[in-house]
C-alpha cells in the first residue's frame, strides 16, 4: 500500500494506492472521523462487481452502509439527478452522521462531490475511484460538477475529499477501451511532467494493457503525486500552475463537443488534443518533429486513435463557445518544448490551431 | 455613505450602507473589476420598484444588464427555480465577462449566492439587499442556500460576495409587517453584542418604525459591524463564534417548520425564539427577570408577537430532525447571561425546553 499526501493547507488529505486492498479501506477511514454512516453513490454494474467488498470492509469498523445508484451514463451528471440522490440523502439522513462516498468511474465522482460539496454547505466525502482514469485524474483534486444542456461541467465546486482510495485490482474489470481511455491521461502526466513516467509506459505498454498490478500500482501512483503535487500548489486553478493539467483538454473539449460526447470517449478525444498541441507546438517551432513522432508512437501504440474519425471539421472549429481558452480573440493553449516542459501560450494565429487540427483528418 | 470592511483574509469586501445612494453603485463597482455584464436576479416587484435605478446605475459604469426575476416567494429557493436560472443564465453567458446581482430579500440573496457559487465553478457576485432583514443579516457573511421539500436550507455553500450595497432609501417600500420582521434580527444584535444598540432602539422605536433615514442608517450600520466582526473570525462556522448569529433560531426554526412556514415569518419566529432562549436562561438561572422583561418590552413595542398563535405544541416539539441543535439528546442553546453577553450552553434538560415553548402560549 503506498500513500501520497496532497498537501493542502486547509484541507490536506491521502491518496492510498495498493493492490487488493479493499478490505483494508475500514481501517484507513477510522483514523478520519467521518461519520456513522456512509451514503455510497456508485452504478449498478460497478455495484454488483465491488459493492459487497466496499460494505464489508466498512460494516467491519462500525460503519453503517446505504447504497444508492445512478445508471451508468453521463446524463446522471444532471442537476435533475443531484437533485433526486439529495432528497434520497436527506430522508436517510435523520439523526445520523453521514458522510458520501463516490464508488466508480468520472461521472459517479463528480456527481458524488458535488452533492457532497453542497448538503448542508458541505458533508465529508471520499472517493473511491474504480477506473483509471478516476484513480490517475478525476478523483483527485476535489473538482466536482453537474452538466447543464448547454456545456459540461458547468454547474460544480472545488470541494476536496477527505481521502482518495486507489485499489489498482479494480481495474481488472476495465475492458480494453475503458483502460486505453485512462491511458490519455497518463501519457498527459508524462508529456507535462516526467521523462521517466513517459519512457516506462513505453517500455511496459503491453504489461499495462494488460492491467498488471505492479505496472498499474507504479503508474497510478506515479501520476498521483504529480497532480498532488500540482493542486497543492494551486487549488483553485488561480495562479496557472493547475493549468498545464490542461494539456490537450482545449482541442479534447471542442471534438467531444463537436462528436455530442457520442463516437469518441475522454481519453480518446484527449489522445487527438494531445496531437493538436504538438501540432500547434510544432509550428510555433517550440517542439521537434522527432519528439511529436515519440509522443504519436507511445499513442498508436496503446490503441489509442491518431486521427479524427466521424466528427466534422467546422464542428469542432465552431464548438464550445463556453470555453474561452479555444478559438477566441484570446485563446490559450497549453503548449510543449519538449517531454516533461511546458509553455502556456496566448492568442496563437487561428490558422496555427486550425491546421494542427486539419492535420488530423 | 458608511464603508464597514468584512475582513476575510482571503476575499475581504465591503459592506457600504448609506441613503438614496444607487446611483453611486456604479462608481463603488467599477473598482471591483466584476465583470462586463451583470446578471440581475430579482422578483417582479422589486424590479418594477427599484430595478430601473440599478440599470442606470450600471449602464453610466458601461455595465450591461440582463433582468431574471423569480417568483417572490420562498418557493423560489428550491433546486427546480436554481436549474431554470442556471440555464437562461448560461444561454446569456456567451462571450462575456459575467457576473451576478443579487437585488432583493432573503430569498433572491440566498438563492442568487446559490447560483454564483455553482456556475462554473464560482463567479463573482454582490448583494443588493432591499429588506432589513438582508441588510442587517442574510446578505453578510456568505451563507447561500436553496430548500429540499424536507428542510429550508439543506443545500448551499459559504461563498462570499464581492460587496455587499445597502441603501436604507430602499427599506421605505417595506411594509409595516416587513419592517418588524427585520428587527426581529437588529433586536438579535443588540442582545447577543451591543446594549447600546439595544438602548438606540428602545429610544427610537417610533422613528425606526417610521424607517427614519438617519436612525436605519445607524442600525443598518451597526449590526453590519457586529456581523462583519464576527463572519470574519469565523467564517464557516467552525470556531463557535459565528454560533452566537443563532440566538432565537434554534427555536425559531421549530416554530416556523411547525407552522409549515406559514402564520409567522422570519423575523417573527425570532422574535418568539428569542423569549424561548431568555426563559431556558432565566430557568437555568442564567439571565434576571428584569433583563427579561426589558427584552419582553421592546419586542412587544416593535409590534412583534410575544405568544405563540395558531402552531401545535407538539408539532413545535417534535420538529426539526434536521436541526440536531434542538430537543436532540446532544441539543445545543445560544443563551445570554444579559444584554450583550452570551452563553452557549448543551444538553440541557429537555423538561427546561419545553415549558420555555409552553410558556410563550
Known sequence: MRK???GLK????DIIIGSNIINRLGRVTDKLNLGSDAFIITNPLIKRKFGKAVKKAFIKSGVRVKF??????EKSKS???AALVLTDLCAYDIKKKIFIVALGGGVVGDLAGFIASVYKRGVPYIQIPTTLLAQVDSAIGGKTAVDL????????AIYQPKLVFSDVAFLRSL????????????FKYGIIKDPEL?????????KILRRDSRAMEHIVTRCSEIKAAIVSRDEKEEKGLRTILNFGHTAAHAIEAASGYKKLNHGEAVALGMLVACGISRRLRLLDGKTEERIEGLIKAAGLPTQIRGVNLDRIISAHYHDKKFLGAKNRFVLITGIGKTRITRNIPLKIIKDSIKERF
Request: with cysteine.
Open 68 to 73: 444508492r445508484t445512478v445508471p451508468d451514463t
Open 198 to 206: 513517459f519512457a516506462f509506459i513505453e517500455r511496459n505498454c503491453g
Open 175 to 186: 475492458d480494453l477501451r475503458q483502460t486505453r481511455a485512462g491511458l490519455g491521461e497518463v
Open 149 to 156: 444542456k448547454e456545456g459540461k461541467n458547468l454547474i460544480g
Open 10 to 13: 486547509k484541507c490536506p488529505y
Open 4 to 6: 501520497v499526501r496532497l
Open 79 to 81: 442537476v435533475a439527478t
